[in-house]
Every structure is written in structure tokens, then in C-alpha cells.
């Protein structure tokens, strides 16, 4: 698992309340990456960081902000949860392709 | 933009049959290609790669060969088994985001003894 921890693994929340799911590493990768996996539509890059303090968006954003303080630590929030947010979030890392995988975390929102 | 297309699942199949699942490609570059799998309750391992035209990669029995004149790298394996049941991603190597990919939506291949 490239030493990848996701957490919490399962969550459920209400709507309108902040949820933020954490994503540690290991292995000091430069590249972090938040993906969202929904049926019918893959998986899909919602952030990605390329180093400390540097994020950029992905295909699918809006709603959620990130932060990486630390090489090991990315963090992804969702400022007010919304039902349309209810996923499984995996956390991806690469120092160079290809990309390894967490184990994700299934996030309901009520 | 850049994306995946491949073949809807779920794919059905006894012990012992060819698998073919088919996947194509829209890059506007040079991508290299990948083909992942996903086991129930778990994230995604990479199953092979190729980062050229005409490569081919493989691993456990999968093969997948990157065919630039048709933008497709279909996954193949001659003889499943059971335990191959999982969820199988195409995805390419996105341009514009790092090292990032884009996937496919994703084929359930299920094997029945």
C-alpha cells in the first residue's frame, strides 16, 4: 500500500457540516492526490498537491479545499457537506508514475 | 480533454475463459497507459503499464499491448480464475496535473467456478 493511511475509513455526517478526511504517507512522495469514486463515472481527481503548501485543482473541486502542511499529510474538507458528496475518497501518491493507492474512506452524508 | 472509454460490465465468466476487456483512448500527447484492478472493500493496485507505442505490458497472466494507430490498449488474459473477479480501471497518464490519471469508468468482471 506504499505506506498510505487514509482516515477515518467510514464516516457519516450531516448536511452543512464540516467533514475533513487526512491522508498519510510514508514513503516522503512529492505528488498527493484526492480522488472521489462514484458508480458509473470512475474515479475522478478532485485536488492534487506537487509539494509542501502547493495544490492545484482537479477535474471535479468545487465544494472541496485541501491543505499540505507537512510532505506526509494531505488533508482534503469539505466546508459544508452536501448529499451529492456521499463517496468513497481514495488518496493517491507518486514520486513518480505510476500512482499507489490508500484503501479510501466511504463518506455518507445524511 | 484527455479521456477513457471502456467497455460497459458487468462481464460474466466461467473458469477458464478468455477475457478481453476492451478500452480506448482520446490524448491529445503521448500518454502512457495503465490498467489497474480493484478488489471488494480495497483501493486500487496497479496491474500493468506501457509507457510507449507498441509496448507491452504484463502481469499474472494479464497482457495489455499500447496500440497508438487504433488509441486502444485492451487487458487480455487467456484462462481466468475465480480470484480474478474485481473491478478493472483503464486510465491514462494526464498531461496537465503532475502525475496524475484519468480513469476509465471502470469494468466488473465476474468469474464463476
Known amino acids: 500500500d506504499a505506506g498510505i493511511t487514509q482516515s477515518p475509513r467510514h464516516k457519516v455526517t450531516e448536511t452543512g457540516t464540516p467533514v475533513t478526511l487526512r491522508c498519510h504517507q510514508t514513503?516522503?512522495?512529492?505528488?498527493m492526490y484526492w480522488y472521489r469514486q462514484d458508480p458509473g463515472h470512475g474515479l475522478r481527481l478532485i485536488h492534487y498537491?506537487?509539494?509542501?503548501?502547493?495544490?492545484d485543482k482537479g477535474e471535479v473541486s468545487d465544494g472541496y479545499s485541501v491543505s499540505r502542511s507537512k510532505t506526509e499529510d494531505f488533508l482534503l474538507t469539505l466546508e459544508s457537506a452536501t448529499s451529492s458528496q456521499t463517496s468513497v475518497y481514495f488518496c493517491?501518491?507518486?514520486?513518480?508514475?505510476?500512482?499507489?493507492f490508500g484503501n479510501g474512506t466511504r463518506l455518507t452524508v445524511t | 480533454g484527455d479521456s477513457v472509454t471502456q467497455m460497459e460490465g458487468p462481464v460474466t465468466l466461467s473458469e477458464e475463459a478468455f477475457l478481453t476487456i476492451n478500452c480506448t483512448y482520446t490524448?491529445?500527447?503521448?500518454?502512457?497507459l495503465f490498467w489497474y484492478v480493484q478488489y471488494p472493500g480495497e483501493g486500487l493496485q496497479l496491474l500493468l503499464k506501457a509507457t510507449k507505442a507498441d509496448d507491452k505490458g504484463s502481469n499474472k497472466g494479464f497482457e495489455a499491448t499500447y496500440r497508438k494507430e487504433t488509441t486502444s490498449f485492451h487487458l487480455e488474459k487467456g484462462s481466468v480464475q475465480v480470484s480474478d473477479s474485481a473491478v478493472y480501471f483503464c486510465?491514462?497518464?494526464?498531461?496537465?496535473?503532475?502525475?496524475?490519471?484519468?480513469f476509465g469508468k471502470g469494468t466488473t468482471l465476474s468469474v464463476s467456478s
Open positions: 486510465a491514462l497518464s494526464d498531461q496537465q496535473a503532475g502525475t496524475a490519471l484519468i
Open positions: 514513503e516522503n512522495h512529492r505528488y
Open positions: 498537491s506537487y509539494g509542501v503548501k502547493d495544490t
Open positions: 490524448a491529445t500527447g503521448y500518454p502512457s
Open positions: 493517491a501518491v507518486s514520486g513518480d508514475s505510476p500512482l499507489h
